[in-house]
């Protein structure tokens, strides 16, 4: 009796909920494929594609493959919407531009509603606002029609209320401005260190971080009501050229920071071809503009999903071969490429990655922080490199200058894994002419007051940064900091300063010239063979005759060019 009792009640509660009327559904949009670019509701269109979503609170999300016609979306809702309710529609997209037309629900005649920065709702930053003046009657239909430069991009449609709308941007704003800050901030630091090293590296990082802070700016709409951005955030040329930049600059700075040229020369090449791949694409937009919208953000994107696998292989086999901060390129980097490459196709239309827009930011501040920490980490540790060797105690008893030994010891931790290889450094070699002579004449001590006057003319035209050493007998070192020109410049200045006059030791004019040999520092160079080159060009410049420059060129073998000094 019991199981008949229990069977006839599940029974009329099953029969219950069958009657029950569904859930309403709160949104419907179809999309409507017309064949011309109608200004009217189209009649009788097919159906692209239906999308529901079922509780008011929820986005319809999608994408609209680009063609001039444009769209044209059918709304409906099974919800009834008071007119005092408050209640608006909102429209996002990566491409909310231009006007919309729209038709809303219950009102017969059309409504043109502009986009959030030309004459759109004031609160938001990038979309458009469709009211609902008699709210949504039963069976009411509304139709929006979205022009085809706003297509090929994802489509955020929702409910919402004005002060929803208002806490919503507002926290959105407030979040892009801290990452803006925070970026340019680093991007000021780095461009600081490089003004104290001219190092590349330094200088590559923060450009890649201004560019990437304005150009994420660009894309949260806020740059619209800023002094001087306003006009770049009307141009979609400057964010794609932004953005390529940034790639530009990433990827010079990854081959200095990774050490590709000593670890992996070969793949340096790739990621160089990579790079002008993408030079000549910026070059593209920037001579062709207006006429290459419609299609250069593929060849961009394009370019970005080939590269952030590439550039994730080739850090992972850095790492593998020793590259010291490898690990902090792969800890910050990682996810910000992956978070790029999901942006980049989801605006190809590859796959639904909404949520890339929102963690871009971010994680691009997440990134700059721990690369900026190693690049903090890497400067400390080249300043006290420098600063060790000139407060070394080991130094030559009779000028003071350092000795052979710290200077070799500088350049060994100058060329050894995680110093980025600085940037290029000059090893000049100078040898007293005739040294022995004037110690044959006028006496040993004579000699040593011209070798403590020589080395203070040399210093006379040094820089604060450069480092001499005094080597052996009276043979001089001097590393310098700098590119070739720069070097033989001061390799003139030295035979010159020696020229000029004769040095004054006790009552004695003693007439001297110098022979310098020079040799510019190679990337993966050891500091033996880099001293072999500067002595070769040394003999050369001897064997030439007095105030003699050579410099040695690299390559296969060693050849030397001389300079007479003026």
């Known amino acids: 009796m019991r199981k008949a009792v229990w069977a006839l009640t599940i029974a009329l509660l099953c029969a219950l909920l069958a009657g029950m009327p569904a859930a309403a559904q709160s949104l419907k949009v179809d999309v409507l494929l017309t064949e011309t670019d109608l200004q009217t509701p189209p009649v009788g269109a097919p159906v692209l594609r239906s999308l529901v979503a079922e509780r008011p609170t929820d986005a319809i999300r999608f994408s609209l493959p680009r063609r001039e016609e444009g769209y044209w979306l059918r709304l409906t809702s099974q919800r009834t919407i008071k007119p005092g309710d408050g209640q608006i529609l909102v429209v996002r997209g ?91 901030l680093m991007a000021v630091a780095m461009v600081g260190v490089w003004v104290a090293f001219r190092d590349f590296v330094y200088l590559g990082y923060g450009a890649y971080l201004a560019c990437m802070a304005t150009y994420l700016l660009l894309r949260s709409g806020d740059a619209s009501e800023m002094w001087g951005l306003a006009g770049m955030a009307n141009e979609p040329a400057v964010g794609w050229a932004l953005a390529t930049l940034a790639t530009i600059f990433q990827l010079g700075f990854s081959v200095r920071f990774l050490d590709l040229p000593r670890l992996m020369p070969r793949t340096t090449w790739v990621l160089r071809i990579v790079q002008w791949a993408n030079i000549a694409w910026l070059l593209v937009l920037l001579l062709l503009r207006e006429h290459v919208y419609g299609w250069w953000y593929i060849g961009g994107n394009a370019l970005l999903l080939l590269g952030v696998p590439l550039m994730l292989v080739i850090a992972v086999a850095a790492w593998r071969k020793g590259a010291p901060y490898a690990g902090y390129y792969l800890l910050g980097w990682t996810p ?176 001297m010239s110098v022979s310098i040999g020079l040799a510019m520092s190679q990337r993966g160079e050891s500091v033996p063979a880099l001293f072999e080159r500067a002595r070769l060009a040394l003999r050369h410049a001897a064997a030439a005759g007095r105030n003699a420059v050579s410099t040695a060129q690299g390559g296969g073998r060693d050849v030397a060019v001389v300079l007479q000094a003026e």
């Open 94 to 184: 990566l491409r909310a531009s231009g006007p919309l037309l729209y038709y809303p629900p219950g009102v017969g005649s059309a409504r043109e509603i502009e986009d959030a920065e030309h004459g759109g709702v004031p609160l938001m930053r990038r979309g458009w606002v469709l009211p609902l003046p008699n709210g949504w009657p039963t069976s009411s239909v509304a139709y929006v029609r979205i022009q085809g430069r706003a297509a090929m991009s994802e489509m955020r449609l929702s409910f919402a209320t004005i002060p929803e709308l208002a806490r919503q941007e507002r926290g959105d704003a407030r979040f892009m401005a801290a990452a803006f800050t925070a970026m340019m």
């Open 336 to 511: 910000m490429l992956v978070l790029a490459a999901a942006l980049a196709a989801n605006i190809l239309g590859l796959q639904d990655a909404e949520w890339a827009e929102r963690g871009l930011a971010l994680t691009a501040v997440l990134e700059s922080a721990v690369l900026a920490l190693a690049l903090s980490q890497h400067a400390a540790n080249r300043h006290r490199i420098v600063l060790l060797a000139r407060q070394s105690v080991e130094r030559d008893p009779l000028t003071g200058a350092l000795n052979a030994q710290v200077l070799e010891q500088m350049l060994q931790a100058w060329s050894s894994p995680g110093s980025l290889n600085v940037n290029n450094y000059a090893l000049l070699l100078v040898d007293l002419d005739g040294f022995g002579e004037v110690n044959a004449r006028y006496g040993r001590a004579v000699g040593d007051a011209l070798l403590q006057q020589a080395l203070s003319r040399m210093r006379g035209v040094l820089r604060p940064d450069d480092t001499i050493a005094r080597m052996d007998g009276d043979c001089f070192g001097i590393v310098s900091e700098c590119e070739r020109a720069e070097s033989e410049m001061l390799a003139r200045r030295i035979g010159e300063t020696f020229a000029q006059r004769p040095f004054r030791i006790d009552s004695h004019d003693i007439v």
